[in-house]
T-cell receptor
Framework: NAGVTQTPKFQVLKTGQSMTLQCAQD?????MYWYRQDPGMGLRLIYYSASEGTTDKGEVPNGYNVSRLNKREFSLRLESAAPSQTSVYFC?????????????FGNGTRLTVT | QKEVEQNSGPLSVPEGAIASLNCTYS??????FFWYRQYSGKSPELIMS????GDKEDGRFTAQLNKASQYVSLLIRDSQPSDSATYLCAVNSNTGNQFYFGTGTSLTVIP
């Protein structure tokens, strides 16, 4: 059982380049999330998808777009990367809204924008 | 206003001691509360969840919830060097769709 799988694990971009972070879960969860984690800032929600076909902004959505491709997959796109987007990105999934279900995290993507 | 507050630490305790980690939250409608452990360079892993007032014990870990005071805590008994990590408090929103995290408390257990 793979749980939540994120790719890539590491990425270095130049300012202005674009990229897509991929995430897939095999737990049949309805809800999926993208967080970024920066030193001293904790985990901050970028976007989430409460169910297939819906997406909503979180606390720090600027500069990002998301696609809920199907129930399993939720991608995060940086259209024009900026140094301020250097961070560790975590995808997570949950049965949130269906009782007391925690978040399950992927292994993270370390992104550096130069 | 931050949704979830934690003492950032760092917190140091000797091996075998009790480590006490605290968290307060602002959303009175929150129903679910979680503690995650995060080792350096790794992803958060769930160690405890609690949904009703009182204590919940799981091995060396005890979570305590007081909804009236909007307070959640985690006690780690017989602390081990392997417990050295950052502990994140997470609160599920009253809609159930969003999770808010504290900034984490760094714990070091000294052998």
């Amino acid at each position: 059982n793979a749980g939540v799988t994120q790719t890539p694990k590491f990425q270095v971009l130049k300012t202005g380049q674009s990229m897509t972070l991929q995430c897939a879960q095999d737990m049949n969860h309805n809800s999926m999330y993208w967080y970024r984690q920066d030193p001293g800032m904790g985990l901050r929600l970028i976007y989430y998808s409460a169910s297939e076909g819906t997406t909503d902004k979180g606390e720090v959505p600027n500069g990002y777009n998301v696609s809920r491709l199907n129930k399993r997959e939720f991608s995060l796109r940086l259209e024009s990367a900026a140094p301020s987007q250097t961070s560790v990105y975590f995808c997570a999934s949950s049965e949130a809204g269906q009782g007391n279900s925690p978040l399950h995290f992927g292994n993270g993507t370390r992104l550096t924008v130069t | 206003q931050k949704e979830v507050e934690q003492n950032s630490g760092p917190l140091s305790v000797p091996e075998g001691a009790i480590a006490s980690l605290n968290c307060t939250y602002s959303d009175r409608g929150s129903q679910s509360f979680f503690w995650y452990r995060q080792y350096s360079g790794k992803s958060p892993e769930l160690i405890m969840s609690i949904y009703s007032n009182g204590d919940k014990e799981d091995g060396r870990f005890t979570a305590q919830l007081n909804k009236a005071s909007q307070y959640v805590s985690l006690l780690i008994r017989d602390s081990q060097p392997s417990d050295s990590a950052t502990y994140l408090c997470a609160v599920n929103s009253n809609t159930g769709n969003q999770f808010y995290f504290g900034t984490g408390t760094s714990l070091t257990v000294i052998p």
